[in-house]
Structure formats: C-alpha cells, structure tokens
C-alpha cells in the first residue's frame, strides 16, 4: 500500500483543467478550417475539387466552402489550392449546433484558440439547461470503424476525466438522457438505433460524433449504409454535431460540454 501511495505522488496532478486550460495537440492536428473568402472566378483547374475525397467542397461566387460535415481534415485541399485560400488551424473545438453552422466560408477567427469556454458553432435549437448539472448519455455504435467509437471510450481516462463534469454513459437506454452517436447507421443497425431512441425517456438530446454519423462519411456510397443519424431519426432530432475522421478526444469533449455544461458547475 505505501508503495502505491508513493507512485501515486510521484505521478502527481494528471487531469487538465479543460476548458480553462487549453491541451497541447500535436502540430499535425488539422482543426477548424480558415477560407479567404475571395473569388475563385480565375482558377482554371479547380484542383482543391479534384483533390477532395468526399466532395466537401464548393466554389461560391465569395470563393470555397468547405462542410466539415463531409470533411475528413485531411489537408487535401489545402495543398492543392494554388492561391491558399484553404488552411486548417489547430483549434480543436469544432462542435456545431445545426447542419448550417458546419458549412464554413470565411477565416477563422484571430482568437480562436483563446482559452475559456466557448459555445459550439451557431445557435442552439431549444434550451439544454436541464442537462446542465448532471448527463447520462447512451454510446450507440452503428456500423463505424471504431475510430470515433475509441476516442470517446478515452474519454473515461484520468486526462480527460468526463465524469467531473457530471457526464457519464449508462448501461440502458431507459436510463439515459440521450444518446451518443458514432458511425454511418448501417442497415444492421437502422432498427437498433431507432429502438434505442424510442427506449430513451423525454426530454433528450442527441450527439452525432464522427464525419460518418453527420452525414455517412466514405461509407455514404455503400448500398448498405444509410447517411448518417439523421437519415435514421426524426429530423431536428441532432442537438450536437461533432465533425472529424475521427473527431480529436477534446473535440468530443467540446462537443459534449457545448450540450449540457456550464461554467457555474466548477465552482
């Protein structure tokens, strides 16, 4: 016992103090994506388009807008565009509230990496305040790679520490107050997710995790694939929208405080 108190000292103080702390990630992490809104009326090659995997990707007449709903943050498009209208920063907190707010057509903001607490992108679709204090959320893997399903399982671990925000998965449905989400929705999985959904007491939020919940990321051609969750459960159902191939861990976490988390909850 004294040996295990000794090297619990000696590993100290573990969990960041998120999100009033920012974490370093690594200088590789492709984040919230920055587009120079200029025309695009003079390239001839269009080869961000030709570059992009998931055809993300629009010309506008005010230039690119990239839907990090499709997106796989894989820099494609970056590197192909001849004037650099298309860069990645490393701001991890990508969380939105609607379909819309994911769509991005200008630069990121200068302080976007600032600490503090800063609400998901656009406007939230009812009041969430009930879930404010305490979350029980059900993970349903429908079909995914377990990319997503991983990084959110790591949420658990001493770093992240999700349970100090009062978050915490449940073992039923009839216990939860809403659900997580990750993976395509394939036809296996079509009828558990809506039995899932129906099992899960009003009020309740849903939390889309993953490029291939949004929208049925590099599955969304498979015929046995639907496009993600809101192909599945009624529409407006999706409160949070967690884009990524996959999401970063902080960027779940973000996603997840952005629906039932305030700042009065760590005083």
């Known amino acids: 016992m004294f040996d295990i108190i000794k090297e619990r000292i000696h590993q100290g103080y573990r969990t960041l103090n998120y999100p009033f702390k920012m974490p370093v990630i690594t200088p590789r992490f492709a984040g919230l994506p920055s587009i120079t809104p200029t025309s695009c009326a003079n390239c001839e090659t269009r080869a961000c388009l030709k570059a992009c995997p998931m055809g993300a990707l629009n010309i506008a007449e005010t230039g690119p807008e990239l839907d990090m709903g499709r997106c796989l943050f894989c820099r494609a498009c970056e590197i192909a565009c001849p004037e650099k209208k298309i860069s990645f920063t490393h701001e991890h907190r990508i969380a939105a509230y609607s379909r819309e707010a994911l769509i991005v057509r200008g630069p990121a903001p200068e302080d976007i990496c600032q600490p503090g607490v800063r609400p998901a992108l656009g406007e939230q679709k009812r009041d969430l305040s009930l879930f404010a204090r305490s979350l029980k959320l059900r993970e349903v893997s429908a079909g995914g790679c377990m990319g997503c399903e991983a990084d959110v399982n790591v949420l658990g671990t ?64 498979g015929r046995e694939n639907c496009l993600g969750v809101e192909d599945v459960l009624p529409k407006g159902s999706v409160d949070v929208y967690v884009p990524g191939c996959p999401p970063n861990p902080w960027s779940i976490l973000d996603g997840i405080l952005s629906a039932a988390w305030k700042k009065k909850n760590m005083k």
């Open 158 to 221: 001493l770093i992240y520490d999700l349970g100090r925000f009062g978050i915490e998965y449940a073992a039923s449905p009839r216990h939860a107050d809403g659900l997580l989400v990750t993976g395509p929705v394939d036809e296996n999985m079509r009828k558990a997710l809506l039995d899932t959904w129906e099992a899960t007491p009003e009020p309740k939020i849903v939390i889309a995790v993953g490029t291939c919940a949004i929208s049925g990321g590099t599955f969304s051609c």
